[in-house]
């Protein structure tokens, strides 16, 4: 039972450190202009630099666990001939070069080198690409099973840029604020919000392809998995409208100087951060339940 909930609350750290990484990533590489990258990815380092370091550490302690859930318990999670053991596995095949890319994240944002948000996107999307091979995905076979881990490593893809850019999002609004990065912290919050949009319709929609993937097109009787799904579900579709609410109600009112519209921004931008959490608590849980 404490192993299970170890790897519950280390799947957690490691979705959730990824996430963040993948996010701020995004944000430095893709969204803020090449005027803004240094600066916004120095103001984010508090987020994607312990998401590294978090990553990397979870990462290593999922190998040791999943040891100790396919051995005999706590013994097993301390020893070496178990975690050889697991490269046969194919979750220690997959997971090895999760370690790998998760180590490599850490040493590029030890160093910072040039081309520090450039580098950390490619590998961030190489681990979540790693990881719609595991899980309920990697457990059909065929084209089905290759259509479903697809769709898993474009859920959380789509996850990370929304989810993962909310505190970006934030930044870039505080920097806004200042005269000499208004025009480039503006253009990066309309491409988060332009790209946003395609963001969220693919979490919606890869969220639907992987419940008929993995439960099927009949739902037959309630099990703990399909009740924590539709929670789920529920807390996504508060997440979806509290983005049209920011969007589409609020944002407008950013030009009419209105200080009361942008404070409840920042609320709602918390409230959606704070869901998104819940949600990565649950896909987190879902990972030791049957889901059928």
Not at 26 to 53: N, Q
Not at 264 to 273: C, K, N, P, R, S
Request: charged content about 10%.
């Amino acid at each position: 039972m404490m192993l299970a909930t170890s790897f519950i609350i280390l799947r957690f750290c490691h979705f959730t450190a990824l996430l963040l990484m993948l996010g701020c990533a995004i944000c430095g590489a893709l969204l803020a202009p090449s005027a803004l990258r240094t600066v916004v990815m120095k103001r984010l380092s508090p987020v994607w630099f312990p998401g590294a370091a978090l990553c990397a550490l979870s990462a290593l302690l999922l190998w040791a666990v999943q040891g100790g859930m396919m051995g005999d318990g706590w013994p097993d999670v301390f020893s070496p001939a178990i975690w050889l053991r697991l490269l046969q596995s194919h979750f220690g095949a997959v997971w090895l070069w999760q370690i790998i890319f998760a180590s490599v994240a850490l040493a590029i944002a030890l160093i910072k080198p040039r081309g520090l948000s450039a580098l950390l996107l490619i590998l961030a999307l190489g681990q979540v690409a790693l990881l719609g091979r595991t899980g309920h995905a990697a457990v059909s076979e065929g084209v089905a099973g290759v259509a479903s881990q697809v769709s898993y490593a474009l859920h959380l893809l789509a996850a990370g840029w929304w989810f993962g850019g909310l505190i970006p999002l934030l930044v870039c609004m505080a920097l806004a604020t200042r005269a000499r990065w208004h025009q480039p912290a503006t253009v990066a919050m309309m491409r988060f919000s332009r790209y946003g949009h395609l963001a969220v319709a693919l979490v919606i929609a890869t969220g639907i392809i992987n419940l008929l993937l993995i439960t099927g097109f009949h739902w037959p009787s309630p099990t703990r998995y399909r009740t924590l799904l539709l929670v789920k579900v529920a807390l996504v579709m508060v997440m979806v409208t509290l983005a049209l609410i920011n969007r589409y109600i609020l944002v407008p009112r950013f030009a009419s100087k209105h200080n009361a519209a942008s404070r409840l921004f920042v609320m709602l931008t918390g409230a959606e951060i704070a869901l998104s959490v819940a949600v990565l608590a649950l896909v987190s849980l879902f990972a030791t339940l049957d889901p059928y």
